[in-house]
C-alpha cells in the first residue's frame, strides 16, 4: 500500500513533505513568478521529487515568453486550458488557443509566447527518462518575440542572464484566470 504524502506551506505554497500520494488544488499549491515570464506551478517538491514525469501549468501574459527557445533530450507535451499563444517551434510560429495540444518528441525546438487579450493558462508536462540536456538554440522567430539567445548556450544560467530570476510565491494578480482564488 502507498501512504499519502504529508503537505506542508512552504513560502510558494502547499507542496508534499515526503513520497507517497497526494492532493492539492492547484490555486494553493507552490507557485513561482517572474514579472518577464508570468507565472508558474511546480507540481512537485525538494522533499517529493517526481522521477519520471514533471509537470507545471503557465500563465502568460500577452507577449511574455514562457522560457527561452530550447530543445531537450526527453519527452514534452502541453495543452492549452485557457487564451491564446504563439507556439514558437522548429523555426516556425502557430497560433494556439484553449483546447490546442502539442506534442514535442526529443529534441524538438519550442517555447511558448502568451498572444491575446488575458492571460493564456498551459499545463506543461515532460518525461525524465534521459539524463535532462537542454539547448538553448539561437533562432530569428525566438529573437522577435523576445524569447531567444543571441548565441546557443547549454548553459541555463548564461540563457537566462538578462531575466530576473523566479520568485516564490502565488501569482500578482488572479485577474483574468479561469478560475477565481476566492471561490
Known amino acids: 500500500m502507498v ?3 504529508p503537505m506542508e506551506k512552504s513560502p510558494a505554497g502547499m507542496v508534499a513533505a515526503g513520497p507517497g500520494w497526494f492532493t492539492v488544488n492547484v490555486r494553493d499549491a507552490a507557485w513561482m513568478r517572474n514579472e518577464d515570464m508570468g507565472d508558474a506551478c511546480v507540481i512537485e517538491g525538494d522533499k517529493a521529487p517526481f522521477d519520471q514525469i514533471g509537470y507545471t501549468i503557465g500563465v502568460l501574459q500577452p507577449g511574455r515568453p514562457s522560457g527561452m527557445y ?11 486550458l485557457a487564451g491564446k499563444c ?27 509566447v502568451g498572444a491575446g487579450a488575458g492571460p493564456c493558462v498551459i499545463f506543461m508536462t515532460g518525461a525524465r527518462t534521459n539524463a535532462r540536456n537542454t539547448i538553448y538554440e539561437r533562432s530569428d ?3 522577435r518575440h523576445g524569447a531567444g539567445v543571441e548565441r546557443a548556450t547549454s548553459e541555463s544560467r548564461e540563457a537566462y542572464a538578462p531575466f530576473p530570476k523566479w520568485q516564490e510565491g502565488p501569482p500578482a494578480s488572479w485577474d483574468g484566470l479561469p478560475w477565481d482564488p476566492r471561490d
Open 70 to 80: 530550447h530543445r531537450e533530450s526527453n519527452q514534452e507535451d502541453f495543452l492549452v
Open 86 to 112: 504563439i507556439l514558437l517551434i522548429e523555426g516556425e510560429e502557430r497560433r494556439l488557443q484553449a483546447w490546442d495540444f502539442v506534442h514535442c518528441p526529443p529534441g524538438t525546438e519550442h517555447i511558448f
Open 141 to 143: 522567430v525566438a529573437l
Open 3 to 5: 501512504p499519502e504524502a
